[in-house]
T-cell receptor, first 115, second 116 residues
Framework: AQKVTQAQTEISVVEKEDVTLDCVYE???????LFWYKQPPSGELVFLIR??????QNEISGRYSWNFQKSTSSFNFTITASQVVDSAVYFC????????????FGAGTRLFVKA | DVKVTQSSRYLVKRTGEKVFLECVQD?????MFWYRQDPGLGLRLIYF???????EKGDIPEGYSVSREKKERFSLILESASTNQTSMYLC???????????????FGAGTRLSVL
């Protein structure tokens, strides 16, 4: 069975703090993709990043960075110098090659960034 | 820009009513999805479609049906709404039907449905 666990339900930080959102996944697929999506208060989930199972290189995009570690089945997301606009619900998701088109989403982590 | 449009942001219906939630995408995507989002449960897949007139059950299809008569439109139907179907419903689409790598999903803004 495939599963995505985001153990942090809510996180609250003060602006300019760094924050890491944890994601742990389970799959028996050899080929799979991991995603992060952001859901701002407007409601529309927005794609942030996709990483395939054969590429463990970390990625940095501005203040965002992602750490993919197959050995611990984790795909963590760090926001550096957080801003109020980062306040949102963040979802980690998994798509495996035996799941058809079914993307499995975690329960989400709600991030509050206070000014 | 890809646009996925859901017909209503908020909807209030009564128990037993038949409810239609409409979703339209403008990027010629093969795949379309309906999810419901509940606190602490994340997104759960209700139904998806990978082609016109094709549909497959997701994880929680009971009490729902879908229709895809045209590529750009995917409708979710609650045959007889019940209070436990009060939720946020999200529609999504993705390109390149069978290419796993392409399955980035594009979401609508959601419909918050209340069943009284």
């Amino acid at each position: 069975a495939q599963k995505v666990t985001q153990a942090q339900t809510e996180i609250s930080v003060v602006e300019k703090e760094d924050v890491t959102l944890d994601c742990v996944y389970e799959t028996r697929d050899t080929t799979y993709y991991l995603f992060w999506y952001k859901q701002p208060p407007s409601g529309e989930l927005v794609f942030l990043i996709r990483r395939n199972s054969f590429d463990e290189q970390n990625e940095i995009s501005g203040r965002y960075s992602w750490n993919f570690q197959k050995s611990t089945s984790s795909f963590n997301f760090t926001i550096t110098a957080s801003q109020v606009v980062d306040s949102a619900v963040y979802f980690c998701a998994l798509l495996g090659n035996t799941g058809g088109f079914k993307t499995i989403f975690g329960a989400g982590t709600r991030l509050f960034v206070k000014a | 820009d890809v646009k996925v449009t859901q017909s209503s942001r908020y909807l209030v219906k009564r128990t037993g009513e038949k409810v239609f939630l409409e979703c339209v995408q403008d990027m010629d995507h093969e795949n379309m999805f309906w999810y419901r989002q509940d606190p602490g449960l994340g997104l759960r897949l209700i139904y998806f479609s990978y082609d016109v007139k094709m549909k497959e059950k997701g994880d929680i299809p009971e009490g729902y049906s879908v229709s895809r008569e045209k590529k750009e439109r995917f409708s979710l139907i609650l045959e007889s709404a019940s209070t436990n179907q009060t939720s946020m419903y999200l529609c999504a689409s993705s390109p390149q039907g069978r290419a796993l790598a392409k399955n980035i999903q594009y979401f609508g803004a959601g419909t918050r449905l209340s069943v009284l």
